[in-house]
């Protein structure tokens, strides 16, 4: 069984500060996606990350995809209150037919 | 709607009822996936629909858990005879074509089923 590991679980931070959160596997999978979800809500898709390496932004969000394609990280720059949310990253397995495996999730709350 | 939709939004039940939960996903999701989540968890994996097939139902937790899918369109997950332990939200996700690389999930809100 694939498992992912995010960590922290919970971060709480000031408005202004820089934070990175990991996913974290013993498994190769063929990509990563990262979601974010606000309460009340179903996690929205912010990235997917494919190739070994491979390194995305997306605004102050930068997503690194980890050599070996066992391990993700995602680096928020001069967080702000509306970066408050669930992170959650989601491995696809090496076949590519298998469900998505969903880490447990880093809760983090920007405080202004 | 523009999204995947999903109802009710919240529902509380006795012990023992069976409920039912429906997913309408983005016209042209070909595929459709049902998640549970439950406090402070990730969300687990309970099955996925290509069509109106179900190539892997190995995420459901019980017997007392079906799925079906008809005209290629809505969901309904129907939990039966309720534990207290079915408490979560259920959240339903679309996706186009087959295959799961790079392919992005849309989800729904989700159901809130609690069980008294």
């Known amino acids: 069984t694939q498992l992912l590991e995010q960590s922290p679980q919970f971060l709480s931070i000031q408005e202004g500060e820089n934070l990175t959160v990991y996913c974290n596997s013993s498994s190769v999978f063929s990509s990563l996606q990262w979601y974010r979800q606000e309460p009340g809500e179903g996690p929205v898709l912010l990235v997917t990350v494919v190739t070994g390496g491979e390194v995305k932004k997306l605004k102050r969000l930068t997503f690194q995809f980890g050599d070996a394609r066992k391990d993700s990280s995602l680096h928020i720059t001069a967080a702000q209150p509306g970066d408050t949310g669930l992170y959650l990253c989601?491995?696809?397995?090496?076949?590519?037919?298998?469900?998505?495996?969903f880490g447990k999730g880093t809760r983090l709350s920007v405080i202004a | 709607g523009a999204g995947v939709s999903q109802s009710p939004s919240n529902k509380v039940t006795e012990k023992g009822k069976d409920v039912e939960l429906r997913c309408d996903p983005i016209?042209?999701?070909?595929?459709l996936y049902w998640y549970r989540q439950s406090l402070g968890q990730g969300l687990e994996f309970l099955i996925y629909?290509?069509?109106?097939?179900?190539?892997?139902k190995s995420g459901l937790p019980s017997d007392r858990f079906s799925a079906e899918r008809t005209g290629g369109s809505v969901s309904t997950l129907t939990i039966q005879r309720t534990q207290q332990e079915d408490s979560a939200v259920y959240l339903c996700a679309s996706s186009l074509a087959t295959g799961f690389i790079n392919q992005p999930q849309h989800f729904g809100d989700g159901t809130r089923l609690s069980i008294l």
């Open positions: 989601a491995g696809v397995g090496r076949s590519g037919n298998t469900p998505l495996v």
């Open positions: 629909f290509q069509g109106n097939s179900a190539p892997d």
């Open positions: 016209s042209g999701h070909t595929a």
